[in-house]
C-alpha cells in the first residue's frame, strides 16, 4: 500500500509517502507559499499521483489560504483518480506523539488546543500540565513543555491515515473541509 500524505497548515510545505507501513521519503520546503510549490514540485520530483493506493491531507489548524489550497489540491487528484482520500489534524499528530500531553498551537495571536474533537481557544494556562507544541512559538515561563524545533506533520500524519484507511475511516471528497476556529 502507497501513500501521499501532504501537509499545508503552516509555513513548512511538506509530504510523506508511506509504502506498507514505512514513511520512505519525506520532503521539506520552508519559506514558499503553497500556491508557489503546487502542483510544481510534484512534477519535479516525477511524482506520479496514479501510483498511489490513497492520499492523506492535513486538515488543520493552520493558516487558511494554504490550508484551502492543500486539501482543494489533494481532494481533486483523489476524487479524479478514484482513490481514498483520508485527514488528520496537528493535534492528532501531537497526540500520537505524547498521548499523555495537551496538544498547543498558535494561528495568528490565537493559542490553540483541542477539547472533545473541537478547536479551544486557550486564554490562561495550566501550570500542571504538559504541553506539546512547536519550539518557534514563544510561551510564557514556567510552563512545562515538550517541543519540536521542526515537526513536519505529513510524516506522522501518513502513519494515522495507514491506521484510518485499515480501520476504513475515509472521507468524502466532496465534503472535506479545513479544521477552522473562530476568533474573537
Not at 514556567?142 to 506522522?156: A, D, M, V
Request: neutral net charge; contains cysteine.
Amino acid at each position: 500500500m502507497k501513500i501521499l500524505s501532504l501537509d499545508t497548515s503552516y509555513s513548512t510545505f511538506n509530504f510523506s509517502i508511506l509504502e506498507e507501513g514505512e514513511v520512505v521519503f519525506l520532503f521539506i520546503e520552508e519559506g514558499k507559499k503553497t500556491l508557489e510549490l503546487l502542483p510544481r514540485v510534484f512534477e519535479e520530483l516525477k511524482i506520479n499521483f496514479e501510483e498511489f493506493d490513497a492520499f492523506c491531507v492535513c486538515r488543520g489548524v493552520g493558516y487558511s489560504t494554504p490550508l484551502r489550497i492543500g486539501i482543494t489540491f489533494l481532494k481533486t487528484v483523489s476524487y479524479t483518480l478514484k482513490r481514498p482520500l483520508l485527514s488528520y489534524t496537528n493535534f492528532e499528530v501531537f497526540r500520537r506523539l505524547d498521548e499523555r500531553a495537551t496538544p498547543l498551537l498558535k494561528v495568528s495571536h490565537y493559542w490553540l488546543s483541542e477539547e472533545e474533537g473541537k478547536v479551544k481557544i486557550l486564554k490562561e494556562f495550566e501550570k500542571d500540565r504538559t504541553y506539546i507544541t512547536l519550539e518557534r512559538f514563544e510561551l510564557p515561563k514556567g510552563l512545562r513543555l515538550i517541543t519540536y524545533k521542526l515537526l513536519p506533520f505529513s510524516y506522522q500524519g501518513a502513519y494515522i491515515c495507514y491506521e484510518k484507511l485499515r480501520r476504513g475511516e475515509v472521507e468524502d471528497p466532496l465534503t472535506l473541509e479545513p479544521l477552522y476556529f473562530k476568533g474573537l
